[in-house]
């Protein structure tokens, strides 16, 4: 009985610093992420380093915690049952709290309640006329890891005096980037597009990802197979497509999204494994470094390119990923947080990216888009700036269309018809699920509804998703 009321005190110290942790250093927490990760594969990736990372504080304080209560405990004037009934009664007090802390009464409520903007706003991306340029162009698409227009200096509608990322600050003022103000800014972070499959699925498809609790993507229960997303796009328009990243494939079940739409061909760190350019027993952050992700796929474009075939080509970065980035020995550290070293170090790897890009022949033919995935899950890193309105970074490269980039108001749905008209492609009406052309004068689904309404909305139950684009046909 006594070892019992010890270790629910331990986990109730734990759960106590969990709550800490979520308040005061990452900040904005929703369960939508974590009932998505249940449902997935969370092994794969470097999921348990994070998570250990981020607890570990937690363990030892709770640890030395504990070691007092015990002190305490056995001078209090109760018997053993009522200590028991004690550590329970405490536990249950801060598992509730922390459920509380990260909105699973929200998650519960959205679930029971439904909502009619599916039936009102979707397009269904089957039913939309897309042509392509006689000449296609090929595209290559960067998912740049929690990267923020915040990060810009604020002469340039950034956070910060001086910007923390100056070579993709200089990229953004040098090329199409869609703000939501007059200055340089970029694509609000909605609760279903707050972690990178989500981000992903948003950006390619104008469709919010299916978040159940225990329901998860599998053979049986296929992947958007009922959304023509851009991977099918240009798969039918004869493009070869390949997708590059560290981490394995399998993480958040992306490898069924990639290979139900658009089929593409896949590198991570167990392709990079397999190949013999890393030891079978290598894993760094994520599983490959950035360093080594931009190096390998060099070799990936220039095979791709070398076929008779357009190509598109998505790349995703991970080095400045929650918790506090990663620094491998190239980067300089000019900051004291090491979460900005890691965004400085990674802005001037992809300055140098594409400047190897320019060199090569394919260059002039393909347009680049750049975007960060989500806002970082890092709060406390933005302590100074609160009331900053925090935003994710984009740039096109080589764009075929032009248009207003100012004072849109947008989010990563709209990315996927956006990048359709950046290769030049025409589509009927501007609107691809619920993602609107930002070259066109169509309102996004932001600018009509608000961002808070229509981000309430797309949580609810929707009998319209529920039939139509979670059906297997």
């Known amino acids: 009985m006594k070892i019992v009321s010890y270790i629910l005190m331990f986990l109730t110290i734990v759960a106590i610093c969990a709550i800490y942790y979520f308040i005061f250093i990452m900040g904005t927490v929703n369960f939508y992420e974590f009932a998505y990760m249940v449902s997935h594969n969370m092994a794969a990736g470097g999921t348990w380093t994070v998570v250990w990372d981020t607890i570990r504080p937690c363990l ?16 209090l004037l109760m018997d053993d049952k009522k200590k028991l009934i004690f550590s329970i009664i405490i536990f249950i007090i801060s598992i509730i709290s922390l459920l509380k802390v990260v909105h699973l009464d929200e998650y519960i409520k959205n679930a029971v309640s439904k909502t009619k903007v599916y039936e009102e706003h979707y397009v269904d991306t089957n039913n939309v006329k897309i042509e392509m340029p006689k000449n296609k162009r090929n595209l290559i698409v960067i998912y740049l890891e929690s990267m923020e227009a915040s990060l810009f200096s604020k002469e340039n509608g950034g956070a910060f005096e001086n910007s923390i990322i100056p070579e993709l600050e200089d990229i953004a003022l040098n090329n199409i980037s869609f703000s939501n103000t007059d200055k340089l800014g970029g694509a609000y972070t909605l609760t279903k597009t707050s972690f990178t499959i989500s981000s992903f699925v948003a950006s390619t498809s104008g469709t919010p990802i299916n978040i159940k609790l225990f329901k998860g993507y599998n053979e049986k229960r296929p992947f958007m197979r009922s959304v023509k997303t851009l991977g099918n796009v240009l798969k039918e328009n004869g493009y070869n497509l390949e997708i590059v990243q560290g981490s394995e494939i399998e993480f958040s079940a992306t490898d069924l999204y990639v290979k139900e739409n658009g089929d593409f061909k896949v590198f991570d760190i167990n392709t990079a494994k397999d190949k013999k350019l890393v030891d079978k027993d290598y894993f760094v952050w994520w599983g490959l470094e950035d360093r080594k992700v931009l190096e390998y796929s060099k070799e990936e474009l ?9 190509f598109a080509f998505v790349l995703f970065t991970m080095d400045t990923h929650f ?50 995935d989500h806002q970082v899950m890092q709060d406390s890193f933005y302590k100074d700036h609160e009331d900053f309105t925090r935003v994710n970074y984009n740039a096109i490269i080589n764009s075929m269309a032009s248009g207003n980039t100012k004072n849109r108001e947008f989010s990563q ?3 996927y018809p956006t990048i359709l008209a950046s290769m030049g492609a025409t589509i009927e009406g501007n609107k691809l699920g619920f993602g609107v052309n930002l070259y066109s004068d169509e309102k996004t689904m932001i600018e009509l509804l608000g961002r808070e309404k229509f981000d309430k909305e797309i949580l609810k139950k929707s009998e319209y998703y529920d039939k139509n684009i979670l059906t297997e046909n």
Do not use: R
């Open 323 to 372: 918790k506090d980035g990663y620094l491998d020995e190239t980067c300089e550290t000019p900051f004291k947080e090491h979460l900005a070293n890691s965004y400085a170090c990674s802005s001037k790897k992809i300055k140098e990216y594409l400047d190897w890009l320019k060199e090569q022949d394919f260059y002039d033919n393909t347009t680049i888009v750049l975007m960060g």
């Open 60 to 75: 030892w304080l709770a640890a030395v915690l504990l070691v007092i209560l015990y002190l305490v405990n056995k001078d």
């Open 302 to 310: 220039k095979e791709i390119s070398s076929q008779d075939k357009p």
């Open 413 to 415: 749905l709209d990315m």
